[in-house]
């Protein structure tokens, strides 16, 4: 029998509670759904009126994976939705707006991603990332050293950056800006991507082709255009570990000499974020937002 629950006055279906989906840990899909819960005032702030794509990974990450960007059959009428345009044409994504939204949708088993601009505003931009993804033998060590450096470079330009863990085995630095077309911001951001490449000749790349990036890190700039997406601060991923993209703190930054120290689990978030409270919150005040330079 289906167990039914309530929640917000929204009645949801929850299914294979027991399934385990990280073999490794253990970690079912009961606890996927505690997990979301118990992250859902932050998780949501960051979903909030951005049009979400799936990447589900029903039977874990070892099975089947597939990235849904449509509004997947079945959904109910009280789930919010926009219409979002595609290259083949307008198409309807979800918007998580609520815990019954959010609890509907981790029973799907997702990692969610979003865009950097918010629904009916496509392709105006309201944060900057950059995605720093190690090519092997290169770590998440690696990435923390070019985070530093992009730090500084931002704050010269009067910007704040935020990291958080990927979830997998890089870095993502977000910025918060005042709206500003996605090119624009793609633009500023390949030519800090291009500078962090002449301080770091050695370490560092900002093109895409994989054999340039053997023992390098990746500044992958390309998330800002408006049809990319990024993995959403507090997602679940697709890792043999239930990882988390999780934020940090800049000190764990600076003091990362071990991979393992940047990687973060469901059942730590929990308290980082008694201890440190939500290190995102700033990303959602409208006076911390920065503005491009010209040029």
Known sequence: MTPITEVEGRRLSLTNLEKVLYPRSGFTKAEVLHYYATVAEPLLAQLDDRPVSFLRFPDGPEGQRFFAKN?????????????VPHSDGPARQVLVSDLASLMWAANLVPEFHTPQWRAGAYGVADRLVFDLDPGAPATVVECCRVALWLRERLAEDGLEAHPKTSGSKGLHLLVALEPV????????????AVAAGRAFPELVTHLMKRSLRT???FVDFSQNAAAKTTATPYTLRAQPEPTVSAPVTWDEVAACRDPAHLVVTAAEVPDRLHEHGDLLAPLLAEERAGTLPEG
């Not at 509004?71 to 219409?83: L, S």
């Not at 077309?181 to 800090?192: D, F, G, P």
């Open 71 to 83: 509004v997947p059959p079945g959904t109910p009428d009280w789930v919010r939705t926009a219409e």
């Open 181 to 192: 077309a996605s090119s624009q911001v793609t633009a500023y951001a390949r030519r800090l």
């Open 215 to 217: 023992g390098r890190v």
